[in-house]
Nanobody, 129 residues
Framework: QVQLVESGGGLVQAGGSLRLSCAAS????????MGWFRQAPGKEREFVAA????????YYTDSVKGRFTLSRDNAKNTVSLQMNSLKPEDTAAYYC??????????????????????WGQGTQVTVSS
């Protein structure tokens, strides 16, 4: 069964850090881009970050630039989102996602929901003020 499983969410005070992980299983994900979206209550799911299949290119939404870092370990089929200097507005369910196409060059279209094919179940991040 092909799936993505997120972990690492939790409750943290503003200014703190969390590290989210996404474990992929059922097939190799080393040749596809991976990404993270988030959804706060009452809001649409929004793009957070993406990384190319090689790890050489990353995209971030403006609100997390300089605070979040996305990385991947293709040998372990995992991606990690290091989140520093967290703010209450970062509170949301965070979802890992994978590109359905192999070796696609990552571009700005990765910020769209329909770019992605496989989604995890999400992990909750709550930042208290």
């Amino acid at each position: 069964q092909v799936q993505l499983v997120e972990s690492g969410g939790g409750l943290v005070q503003a200014g703190g850090s969390l590290r989210l992980s996404c474990a992929a299983s059922g097939r190799t994900f080393s040749n596809v881009a991976m990404g993270w979206f988030r959804q706060a209550p009452g809001k649409e799911r929004e793009f957070v970050a993406a990384i190319s299949w090689s790890g050489g290119t990353t995209y971030y939404t403006d609100s997390v630039k300089g605070r979040f870092t996305l990385s991947r370990d293709n040998a372990k089929n995992t991606v990690s989102l290091q989140m520093n200097s967290l703010k209450p507005e970062d509170t949301a369910a965070y979802y890992c996602t994978a590109d359905p196409r192999n070796f696609r060059i990552l571009d700005d279209s990765c910020k769209r929901h329909d770019y992605w094919g496989l989604w995890g179940q999400g992990t909750q991040v709550t930042v208290s003020s």
